[in-house]
């Protein structure tokens, strides 16, 4: 019986992971278009909340269901795919000015 339930506990956290890690990529192109927009705008507001539906729906999907163990994982790495999404907004913005300006 200890064994069963360590496979449920591995596959329910094997679980989480993949959907943790969806969750951060499908927010990378999101939080790359919230860095260029001004904050609270239209735009911004769509920015952080399209991506919603889609976590929800990939946690209906996955059947990780509504445990409270889950939250931290993927509410941790929705804000971490638009964190870095913005990250790479501004490393790209960066370099392409500092490119113009040694071409010129």
């Known amino acids: 019986m200890l ?3 360590i496979q449920i506990n591995l596959i329910i956290k094997m679980k989480l992971f ?3 890690l969806i969750v951060f990529v499908v927010n ?3 939080g790359y278009w919230r860095a260029g ?3 609270f705008s239209k735009q911004w507001f769509l920015a952080v909340h399209i991506p919603v539906p889609v976590v929800i729906a990939l946690r209906i999907f996955s059947g990780l269901g509504w ?3 889950t939250y931290p994982a993927l509410v941790g790495a929705f804000f ?3 964190y870095f999404g913005g ?3 501004s490393h790209y913005t960066k ?3 500092s490119q113009k300006a040694f071409e010129e």
Do not use: D, H, Y
């Open 87 to 89: 990250v790479l907004r």
């Open 18 to 20: 993949i959907v943790s």
């Open 3 to 5: 064994i069963f339930t």
């Open 95 to 97: 370099n392409k000015n």
């Open 80 to 82: 971490l795919g638009q």
């Open 28 to 30: 990378l192109p999101f």
């Open 37 to 39: 927009v001004k904050k």
């Open 67 to 69: 445990q409270f163990v």
